[in-house]
């Protein structure tokens, strides 16, 4: 696009960043998010920030990918909540976790995805004990896990 000398714009951003993320490419995808505003005058949105948080967290730069969350605009939306928690999980980071699924259960105090991660997160460190404490949490706020849906597969 340089060559042709083709301005980008924020769909275009998104959608290479997306590609970045999932390809694993952090050192390409940060440079380009970095250069939105610095050479073609383009505010990144939530979305773009949402691909950053899912990009940095899939390659277990996880403190990285909190704080970029933090200068996101506004709150931390939903979407980079539950990257930033799938990836978590993926990395053994229960502190981390704890922290992001109490946001995403105060969001959405019925959605299971939360629930059920930090369980599997918790299992994966034998700790027994906050799973089944979790488990009843759920019951007693009559939250359910809906049955053949993978909540991993809303994660961006």
Known sequence: MKREEVKPDSITFLSVLTSCGRNGMVDM??????????????????????????????????????????????RPELSMLQSLLGACTIHGDVEMGERVADALMEMEPNESGPYVLMSNLYA???????????RKRMRERGVRKDIGFSWGTRVT
Do not use: T
Not at 35 to 61: F, K, N, T, W
Not at 124 to 134: C, F, I, R, S, T
């Open 29 to 74: 995808g940060q440079p380009i998010f970095d250069s939105m505003l610095a050479d073609y005058q383009i505010e990144p949105s939530s979305e773009h920030y949402s691909c950053m948080v899912d990009m940095l967290g899939r390659a277990g730069r996880l403190k990285e990918a909190e704080k970029l969350m933090s200068h996101s605009p506004g």
């Open 124 to 134: 994966k460190k034998g700790n027994w004990e906050k799973v089944a404490q979790l």
